[in-house]
């Protein structure tokens, strides 16, 4: 009698506890108290008193130049060329300015083992110092395009406005990365990397140089303004969230919570109906 007891609860016994390991085993299921870091006001405080240049573009010395094109020559030229024109599985790098360099350099996205794959973020293979000097040895090739940065992004986030850059990420970026930055699939095998990393000047050169399938958002596009305020919402506010309930369920709201609610929930309620159809029985 005890053994057909225990068959009859292992089936809904099993459900709720492999709901619940899949409920803790969800990205971000800890709540977490969000590290210091410098905080963006409200729309209502920067009206009260605005900075005139939230990013400041930085030029490279000259003296890079030298080290930089070493760097290039041994770790880039094989598939950009000597002199970053390009070639049949690389683009031409030339006029693209030091802040695409050094967007791809120092998120590990290049140099790439596999030129027919998505770059992917990995610990960059440069230091600081040796991939400002490939950005500026690439950048003294050319002139840099009038509708990309001359220089590496700086941004101040002390005067940005989180609801503004809320509004903007909603309708520029939220369509590939998610609501919560997470990234996506697109379509052709590639996808929307997370930005759950990314720092300030790398958030700044993607948009302000858009690569892979990312659009490119130049001065007339989005003010140095408004990309400030996006840049102030991914590292505030998408990579510290506040948790109110404790537990993020991988910050995607209503899909983790029904879930969590359906198979929990519907698996308790089974345990109970077998117990009262075994009490009636007895």
Known sequence: MRTKLRARYLLPATVVVAAGVAGLLTTGAAAHTPAPRPSARTAREVSAGKQDDPITYQGLPRSYVAPGRVLFEASCSSCHGTDASGSAIAPN???LGP???????????????????????????????????????????????????????????AQASLPEGNSLFVLNCAGCHTITGSGDALANGAYAPSLHKATPTQVAEAIRTGPTNMPHFGPGNLSDRQVADIVAYVTETIQHPNNKGGVSLGGIGPVAEGFIGLLIGVGGLMLIAFWIGDRNKA
């Open 93 to 95: 790098l030339q006029g």
């Open 99 to 157: 802040a695409t360099v050094d967007f791809w350099v120092s998120t590990g996205r290049m140099p790439l083992a596999d030129a027919t794959k998505q770059p992917i973020r990995k610990p960059p293979r440069f230091d600081r110092t040796q991939t400002l000097e490939i950005a500026a040895f690439v950048s003294s090739l050319v002139p840099t395009s009038s509708d990309f940065p001359s220089g590496v992004p700086s941004v101040d986030r």
